[in-house]
């Protein structure tokens, strides 16, 4: 909606190795998105696009008060699901009744932000529709695109980004170090052989090197990590042999894309046969990975020691390699055991082929999308092995997701959610293979509903409804899984406003659950249809229907959560019929629930439940402590509806009290997160009566001018600041805004504006080496910034910098207070 608040975060992906020179190509780049909406990067795979739109990226971010977003499509192969990746990478979430790509411009058309969209190539028409549409119906939107096609718009500008340049190798090398190809070699090169630079001795042969491998940064990386067991003039004569067998003569044949080709090539075949097999195993995994995830598919059930071949002893043998005859034979693969695949990964990231990177729960892995490629051929030269090894992916990805399910009603959501944002894209590939492949269609409507409490409490109601139209279409059959599916189906129409639809799939799944006696999915289906009656408006009906089922109390086998949210219902009903003292006793049998089992979503309904009962009830007190502590829990889970609601539910309890002002700040930030639900209001009349009554009568107390100027404060306030901020009481005069004062007179700290930056770059997740190829200086004097930083503020870790900072963002980056306690 307009006027929403500047975003101010950015989801830049993070860089693990130095940058090299591109000037040229980021001077291009920033000239071309100053005059052009559209601007794709364009070149073979392997050239550096994807690095070079992040630092563009980077660049330019100031220009955009609304953020950068990432869309990364490396890792999704459905064209449907492209304008939910990007509305995903945007933090929307749609609950309308259009279609995703036109709720998405709807949502963005008066912010001004770049989306960087990267890898288009595999779903460039659904690409160049999503640009289409974001430039036909927004003003202050721009994109950046990678792809190694254009995307072929009119208004499209294209940035053709080159090979590296290399010297002549025979040519004066006097000033090599100045080109950025060698640098890169020997960058890479020594970080496996430290202390490893360009000399008199070595420069003809790296530039020999380079140019072989046509300037390529990917090729010239791969070819670096073997420097840990050869030299230079090895690794030329080794890479010039693979060329040879490849164009069966001169080198010199060879073109562009088929060199890196080659590169990736010779090192597959350096690699031993376990890491052979498992990268191709590995490629059907889509985006990053954990090692659990890794010895789930590429370990065998039944494995037996790792075959080696009779001409050429204690060489590994390599599917699909030719042996010292010259014959290509292609071999099965062998069987491996979790541990040959713990030793293969740590292989594998030692050559560079998996990137290392932190994710949540540890450590995650990455293949680069061309290696993927190489993948995925290599597993398709053995008949069954490709279709096993997503086979094996989708069970796991399932097992996982059962697991998280079990544990849903516990302590560990916040944990939970950032596991499910991880690994979304494997859970996409895990769905598309159970409902493209033939014979799994059961197994996918399993998986979708299962992950039932993803698709609704984490925002993703818009994706869950398009996977499980897709199976209950492909998996028709009377099964406890079509039924389980029916009423999450339900679910997720009745949360975007389809009551007539969530009503009917919600029916059949409540008569389909009798027929086959499942008790716990017709609890299931009863709640939703419980909850449709409630939003649409018929409290007497929801207030009736919910007292039966909390009388009845959980059946075995329903999921507590449900059960919990049976209780919430009901007493939501209760309170907006005006049965507060019953409201406050139902909530606090629930609240005994959730506390057993240290459960914080449906608590943090309950909560805001307990709070709106307080507030009919006339005791704000009480009420604006529980709407705080939901809010709160809300956060942690990140459960866009619920920070909206709780917001203005805060608002109105102000409001009750007088502070109109604080009032309208509150509802301030509740546009900046309902602007990212929908363009219109959520919910059901009732539930919207809150928000609409507050408004009114801020807008009476204040008057028109002063209520909107409050408001706009509040809407660039993130939630996570307006939980803390305590109402201002009627007739209290007002705290002046702090004005310049000199250092330290009040115990302000002042940062100079580069430990400003260093700060924010601290608070975005950076390491030291990162901010210094960030801003352009030398590591050294990145970490004395921070140290000089940890040192004012008073702290002994960068995390707390990072809590800091995200806390109290303010507009002026070279005046920020210090938090209380700390001097």
């Known amino acids: 909606m307009g006027g929403s608040a500047p975003r101010q975060d950015h989801h830049l992906p993070a860089e693990t190795t130095s940058f090299v020179d591109r000037r040229g190509e980021l001077t291009q780049g920033r000239e071309l998105l100053a005059r052009a909406r559209l601007v794709t990067l364009t070149g073979p795979g392997g050239v550096g696009k994807t690095r070079l739109a992040g630092r563009i990226a980077a660049r330019v971010r100031r220009a955009f008060p609304d953020g950068v977003r990432y869309v990364h499509l490396s890792g999704l192969h459905d064209p449907a699901l492209v304008p939910l990746a990007a509305a995903d990478a945007l933090g929307l979430h749609d609950r309308s009744a259009q279609s995703p790509l036109d709720a998405l411009v709807e949502q963005v058309r008066t912010r001004r932000l770049l989306l960087v969209v990267d890898n288009c190539e595999h779903l460039a028409d659904a690409c160049a529709r999503l640009a289409a549409a974001l430039l036909h119906g927004t003003e202050g939107v721009r994109i950046l695109a990678t792809s190694r096609h254009r995307l072929g718009l009119t208004e499209e500008h294209l940035l053709e980004v080159r090979p590296l340049p290399v010297p002549d190798p025979d040519g004066d090398l006097s000033a090599a170090e100045g080109y950025p190809a060698l640098t890169l070699f020997a960058d890479r090169a020594a970080a496996v052989v430290p202390g490893f630079r360009l000399t008199p001795a070595n420069r003809a042969s790296v530039a020999r090197l380079c140019h072989r491998l046509d300037g390529l940064p990917l090729a010239i990386e791969l070819a670096a990590v073997r420097m840990r067991v050869l030299d230079v003039d090895q690794l030329l004569d080794r890479l010039d042999d693979r060329y040879r067998f490849l164009t069966t003569g001169s080198p010199a044949a060879l073109p562009r894309h088929q060199t890196l080709r080659a590169a990736v090539a010779w090192s597959h075949d350096l690699c031993t046969l376990p890491e052979q097999t498992v990268w191709a195993r590995l490629s059907v995994l889509a985006g990053s990975f954990d090692l659990e995830t890794a010895e789930a598919v590429c370990a065998d059930p039944t494995p037996e020691p790792v075959p080696r071949p009779a001409d050429r002893p204690g060489t590994p043998l390599r599917p699909g390699a030719a042996p010292a005859g010259g014959t290509l034979t292609l071999l099965p693969p062998p069987r491996l055991r979790t541990d040959d695949v713990l030793e293969a990964v740590a292989g594998l ?371 996570a600041e307006l939980a803390g901020r305590e109402p201002q009481e009627p007739g209290r005069p007002r705290p002046a805004e702090p004005g310049p004062l000199p250092p330290h007179d009040d115990g302000t700290v002042r940062l100079t504006r580069r430990e400003t930056e260093v700060a924010q770059l601290v608070a975005e997740g950076l390491a030291n080496q990162q901010i210094a190829d960030r801003l352009v200086i030398a590591r050294r004097t990145a970490e004395g910034h921070v140290e000089r930083i940890l040192g004012k503020l008073g702290f002994s870790n960068r995390s707390q910098i990072a809590a800091w900072v995200t806390a109290r963002r303010c507009p002026d980056p070279a005046r920020i207070h210090p938090p209380e306690g700390t001097t």
């Open 349 to 719: 990231v030692d050559k560079s082929v998996l990137c290392r990177e932190t994710g949540p729960g540890g450590v995650r892995y990455r293949l680069l999308d061309t290696l993927r490629q190489y993948g995925r051929e290599q597993l398709r030269r053995v008949a069954g092995q490709e279709e096993a090894a997503r086979r094996r992916q989708r069970d796991w990805m399932a097992r996982r997701a059962e697991t998280w399910e079990r544990g849903w009603f516990g302590p560990g959501q916040p944990e939970t959610v950032a596991r499910l944002r991880a690994d979304r894209d494997n859970l996409r590939a895990a769905l598309d293979f159970s409902l493209s492949a033939p014979g799994e269609a059961l197994a996918g409507l399993r998986l979708a509903g299962t992950l039932w409490f993803h698709w609704h409490a984490c925002g993703a109601s818009r994706e869950g409804l398009y996977w499980l139209d897709r199976a209950l279409t492909a998996a028709p059959g009377p099964t406890p899984e079509r039924a389980r599916g029916l009423w999450v189906a339900g679910l997720l129409a009745a949360a975007n406003r389809d009551f007539p639809r969530g009503r009917r799939h919600a029916t059949e799944a409540l008569a389909l659950a009798r027929t086959l006696g499942d008790d716990a999915e017709a609890a299931h289906a009863e709640y939703v249809i419980g909850v449709i009656r409630l939003f649409g408006d018929d409290l007497p009906g929801a207030l009736r229907h919910f007292e039966t089922t909390v009388a009845r109390g959980p059946v075995p086998g329903q999921h507590l959560s449900l059960a919990g949210l049976d209780q919430v219902e009901l007493a939501c009903a209760l309170a907006y019929l005006g049965e507060a003292e019953r409201a406050v006793d139902v909530c606090e049998d629930a609240l005994r629930l959730c506390e057993r089992h240290g459960e914080q979503w449906v608590r943090s309904y309950v909560l805001r439940i307990l709070a709106l009962a307080h507030t009919v009830r006339g005791d704000r007190t009480r009420a604006e402590r529980h709407a705080r502590e939901a809010l709160r829990l809300k956060l942690a889970v990140h459960d866009v509806i619920g920070i909206a609601l709780t917001l203005d539910l805060l608002a109105s309890i102000a409001a009750a009290g007088g502070s109109h002002e604080h009032a309208a700040v509150l509802l301030g930030g509740a546009d900046r997160v309902w602007a990212d639900i929908d363009t219109g209001r959520w919910g059901s009349h009732t539930l919207n009566s809150v928000r609409r009554d507050v408004e009114e009568r801020a807008v009476r107390a204040l008057g028109p001018e002063a209520f909107e100027r409050a408001r706009r404060r509040g809407r660039a306030l993130p939630a």
